[in-house]
């Protein structure tokens, strides 16, 4: 009996080892699988999440920056802790060229976040042809501008890395897009 024990432990090992060698060989998620995992969802969808629960319409620009996008994800983040910090993101990013990435986010005129107040705060006003007032300034990673309109409060920002002198103008562009 211990003999044919000692015969089968070999062969244990050896299964064991196929079992474990087999989950190694999970594909990592997808591109899109990521974005899933991390809330993201379809634009559509999230902008009537954020419309359900705002009890607003969202009004997206019709105008993109000039820069190759491959997927659109939307997230609606409620904040059930505080309810001070609710916001819809919009990410437009590039699965071959990582640093294409542009995002918009919005939130209702109660829960915005007050920009001009912040310390040694620097960014540059300008004016968009409705005589909306908004904020161009560069951050660590994207270069965002953040305009108030509809009674909500939208933050556009491109990453840093494919911004130029003229995006300034291009996100003033962007925002006078909005329908």
Same mark, same amino acid.
């Given at each position: 009996m211990l003999r044919k024990f000692l015969y089968m432990i070999p062969i244990i090992f050896l299964l064991a080892n196929e079992w474990v060698?087999? #989950?190694f060989h999970i594909p990592p998620p997808s591109f899109e699988e990521k974005f899933a995992e991390g809330g993201y969802i379809s634009v559509e969808k999230s902008v009537k999440e954020? &419309? /359900?629960? !705002?009890? !607003?319409?969202v009004k997206l620009p019709q105008f993109m920056p000039p820069i190759s996008f491959t997927h659109q994800f939307g997230k609606f983040y409620e904040d059930k802790k505080y309810n001070v910090n609710d916001a819809l993101s919009i990410m437009f990013i590039n699965k071959e060229?990582? =640093?294409n990435i542009y995002k918009i986010e919005i939130?209702?005129? &109660? $829960?915005?976040i007050n920009f001009? +107040?912040?310390? #040694?705060?620097?960014?540059? =006003? /300008?004016?968009? %042809?409705d005589d909306t007032k908004a904020i161009y @300034? &560069? +951050? %660590?990673l994207? $270069? @965002? @501008?953040v305009f108030e309109k509809n009674n909500l409060q939208y933050l556009l920002g491109i990453y840093k890395e494919v911004t130029n002198t003229d995006t300034p103008h291009t996100l003033v562009k962007i925002a006078n897009s909005l329908t």
């Open positions: 060698t087999a #989950n954020f &419309e /359900y629960h !705002c009890k !607003c319409k060229i990582k =640093e939130r209702s005129i &109660e $829960n915005k001009k +107040d912040k310390l #040694n705060f620097k960014g540059k =006003e /300008y004016t968009l %042809q @300034f &560069e +951050d %660590q994207f $270069n @965002f @501008f």
